[in-house]
């Protein structure tokens, strides 16, 4: 027989009574975290707006800022439960028109989608899509990293009734980026190509304007040196 928290039970498909949170099977002592290196306070340290500087204040609020953050955030203990302490248990359906069932996080996980709700896997375009159209969505937490433990959020969950909508919405969305994509890609073939025509005509016309006059003199070069040749 296992023991798990009541929320790894909810992913067992099922919870714990009601009547047995307060008598877990094992209680795991919270794990302290090691206290940082003691605060040390300069001496201006309290002095400013509604801190008179004297020593009574600036000992309080030296003792205040020295209180180690694992006093501050402690843990709390671990409380694993038994099977036999669960009844079956599946998220409840969700309808139309009842609010999404966000947690403390404002997300959906995909583990304990409720009937009723659709995942919609289109990470911008559908948010996108939800957002022009005003429909009501949340992000979806489909997991976490499993080596630094960070939630993963992928896709929107809406309500079953909005998901086709969502779906042609965010197909135009797509369909709008890619067509300017391939706009401003054109532009700039285009751009490059006008360039090099550019560069190509200035260059015949300099040919044809400097070319023949480059001609002559080289002409007229040949010329004086054939009669050097003559006269000597």
């Not at 067992?12 to 008598?23: A, H, I, N, P, Y």
């Not at 020295?66 to 955030?73: A, G, I, M, R, Y």
């Given at each position: ?61 030296t003792a205040a800022a020295s209180v180690p953050l694992s006093q501050l955030n402690e843990d709390q203990d671990r ?154």
């Amino acid at each position: 027989s296992i023991a798990l928290e009541a929320k790894a039970w909810l992913y067992q498909g099922r919870k714990v009574k009601e009547s047995l949170l307060s008598v877990p099977l094992v209680r795991l002592p919270a794990r302290k975290k090691p206290a940082k290196k003691g605060f040390v306070a300069l001496d201006s340290y309290g002095v400013g707006a509604g801190n008179d500087g004297s020593k009574e204040r600036r000992a309080a609020e030296t003792a205040a800022a020295s209180v180690p953050l694992s006093q501050l955030n402690e843990d709390q203990d671990r409380l694993l439960y038994g099977n036999w302490q669960t009844d079956k248990w599946s998220p409840a359906y969700v309808g139309p028109q009842d609010d999404l069932p966000v947690n403390e996080h404002k997300n959906i996980e995909l583990a304990l989608l409720n009937p009723g709700l659709v995942h919609i896997d289109i990470p911008l375009a559908a948010v996108q899509a939800a957002k022009q159209l005003g429909i009501p969505y949340a992000p979806c937490l489909i997991g976490f990293n499993s080596s630094q433990g960070t939630p993963i959020i992928r896709g929107i969950v809406v309500h079953e009734h909005n998901a086709e909508m969502i779906h042609h919405g965010a197909q135009e969305i797509s369909q709008h980026r890619e067509d300017k994509e391939e706009d401003a890609r054109q532009r700039f073939v285009y751009r490059k190509w006008k360039k090099l025509m550019v560069g190509i005509l200035v260059k015949q016309r300099l040919d044809r304007e400097y070319g023949s006059q480059k001609e002559g003199e080289d002409e007229d070069a040949r010329l004086v040196e054939v009669q050097s040749d003559g006269e000597s």
